[in-house]
């Protein structure tokens, strides 16, 4: 499974409300309970936390992929924030977060779970695509730049 | 008119992979053809990941231990698959880039047609599989509607 097939408007949030870290978490496991993608929300919750105090997932130039692993989720689940004002995510330059792609995987999933991350990071690598997507205005434009990509 | 000799499908837990099993295996059986069925731990992106720093070491080896549990998991079901229809697998598990292992099992093994899931719907210079089909020297059949392939399936007797 492509990261393309798991882009769709109902799991992108622009702007994302929250402006600190455990906020954004929530937030971005709410998208997929708001989107029908889970029924069980802790589990998801907790499974992204646990990954997330071993070590931030936040990048360089504004990007964070927080991911886990749950039982609670069948397939590959993606989930994307946009926070154009930037979240203090602990990432390594220090600098703020802006674009939030979480992955939530079943444990028996690891194969397209492990693609879809290396995914993300090749998509990121272009700034000209992470800036694009920053200032994307609605959910629709940002599903347009990644399918475009 | 020639038929196939050897059949390739790649596996890699995903329901439209289990799919392309399915069909790789009536195929197989109609054209009594050898199959072999691949899984690829793809140790290429999980290094690319702990360079990327999303990936810590013990995860990445953790995810890793996962990966190879999971290459046992769908090729053995894939096999019981076959069983249940006479036809035998060989199967191969390899470590690696995805398309790079694919291509490679293709040329070494002398396979004349790589059956493979369904695609994105919209093309992806990221996708392995879709990388894979592009760059094997052999002919490669994308296994669609999994309904109508369960079906077939069912029916070979």
Redesign the interface.
Known sequence: MSLIDLVQEKIVRIPLVSTDKPDVLRELVQILKDAGEIEDYDAVLRAICEREEKLSTGLENGIAVPHGKTEAVSTLKLALGIAPQGIDFGSIDRQPSKLFFMLVAPPNQSGPHVEALAEIVKLVQSKAFCRAVASAKDAHEVVELIKGE | MSTPKKILVYV?????SITAAQYAICMASYFRADLIAL????TK??E??LK?????QD?QLE?EH??E??AQ?YLNYVNELAIKKGVSVIRRSRRGS?HKEIVNLVDEENVDLLVIGE????R?????T?RAMRMVSCSVLIAKDEERVWQMYESLV
């Open positions: 890699d837990g995903t329901e439209q899984y690829v731990i793809n992106a999980m690319d990941l990327a720093r999303i990936f810590l995860e995810y996962d990966m549990a999971d998991r995805v695609l994105a719907r919209i992806s210079r990221y996708d392995e879709e």
